[in-house]
């Protein structure tokens, strides 16, 4: 199996529910340091998983989609704590969509919070 | 498939017994930055794998209880070469011990003993 | 010259004003990766710069006092803007204050915004 | 499943065919730093998954065939875009040629072609 | 004193004229992970020592004239070794160019050529 | 000013004596990355700081007479706390005779004990 992961970053803010969370559920923010895995059983007949400019580009365009904004305010996410995890999942979601019919066999996306932690959601595609 | 990571470190000092180890047969030491990675198919109500300060506490414990040691003078290393690979599964083995019934489905420990070389174990909960 | 450095972080909500700030004007929030660097011309009689535990407890206080926060409510930056070079600065000085009559000659901070961005203040002591 | 990994580099010319490389067709370079992945379901008597110095020797004798070169001069790659993920492919099928009979289950091998991207090839032993 | 650190990088093939470049005397190549920082004794009234986005875009712009080339074809550098350190100098005193009157006080270049190695120019503004 | 850094590292065994150590009295061990750092005003003949094969190569045979040891019987360290930053200025000193009459004007040297710790010593030459 091949992969190719390219990375990017976005700076949010949000604020979360539950007791769990403790003083994460006051406003702060987070800087995501986002890496997208792009996986592929065979190479293509230029010899890639994906070009890299395009993944970049893909990657961008839905970090763009959540980049400088208070998530709190975004109504796809009304009702949803938008933890890391969480977020992952969203991008990977939104990659695939934007990706339409690519003939890649897979998709991870990490999302770095901190040089500590972080967290990731891989799936099928 | 969800995971979160969380990364703490210990320093600690062994040797190993063996011709293979060469040198490292002699009284030496390492830090080991410790990477555990919490896995779950779904994410629970808060929309977490495991809540990140939790998770940070678990391992904190683990390694606490490996921390400022000469692993050659603990007991549960007698006769055990205490290498990077096998100290990975005694981390994740005693983590798994210590979460209990969580819900997750597994885990992963990484153990880097340099810039330039780590070890994994993996296994399900 | 000898220097310890110790790193943390902090995850912050905030906004800018002024139009070079372009989208970053809206509310939006950022991981701070910090790193303080403790500068002493000669070592004191236990062979320290600063014992590393009170350096990053020291770092930890300081930084608590921001984390988790939308800065935009905090009556300290009224009227300024919470640049990372800024913010650099208020870590350093806050330290400063807190260190007391230390010995050390100087001090820098660098907080790191992204992978690709940071910015740093030093000062003497 | 346990594994080990070690870290080296190479540094490359080479230029690719096709219009999807944009720029990267003209003569340029690269320096990939490369991470072996050797995998294994139970240690040996040594503890070992690899003696991480013979898995670091095993590396650098394959790198040493490949850095400091343009590889569009060489006859192994004549006709083939020398990309990130096909050279992550060449590093781990020489590798595993190298390794022999070595009780191994899996490799992969990373090659990280700048600090926002790389690409990956795993296989079986 | 303030500093602000953007990365950027650049892929080039080279070779090296001298008996101490040993094998780097064949034409290779490297990924070189930029570093420029700028120096500014106090900040401006937006609270900055150069916006982080239009520091991006001069580097960028400085990169993308050696980027995707062969440098041993560039006149600029006819009868020079393009090291590390000299491009560092390369790089630094083009952005110094581009930057005009800026209010700066200084800049540091810094290219990264591997993970165990790296090279600096410092100047003034 | 230029400067060329190389990395390299050492795995040691060592204890401290003085109450401000705390557990750290203990006999433990520590991964030392050093980076080395050469610094020079003008480049040379060939345009280097200094060749980074042979800067890597001094940095090494400095490490290896530390590498696999307990620094606690080492007779250079009898009576010293081999504290981080001392060490610094060990490698840094033993360097600098190493290199001899070198046309280089100062050398600093970092010891990465952890990643959220690191200590720093720098001299002419």
Redo the contacts between chains.
């Keep these: ?9 976005m ?4 604020s ?1 529910r ?1 007791e ?5 559920q ?8 986002v890496d997208a895995t792009f996986r592929r059983a065979t ?1 293509d007949a ?4 994906i ?3 395009r993944a ?1 580009d893909a990657l961008r365009a839905v970090l763009g989609e959540l ?4 998530l709190d305010d975004e109504a796809d996410f009304a009702g ?7 977020l ?2 969203v991008v990977a979601d939104r990659l695939a969509d934007a990706l339409g019919d690519s003939g890649l066999d897979g998709l991870a996306v990490t999302l770095h ?10 799936r099928p595609l």
Excluded at 11 to 14: E, Q, S, T
Excluded at 26 to 33: E, N, P
């Design positions: 199996m091949f992969s190719v992961t390219v990375r990017d970053h700076m949010i803010a949000h979360f539950g769990v969370f403790g003083p994460a006051s406003l702060h923010g987070a800087t995501y340091v190479l230029d010899g890639l998983v070009d890299i400019a970049a980049n400088y904004r208070n949803i704590n938008t933890t890391t995890e969480m992952a999942k919070e901190s040089h500590v932690a972080w967290a990731s959601y891989e």
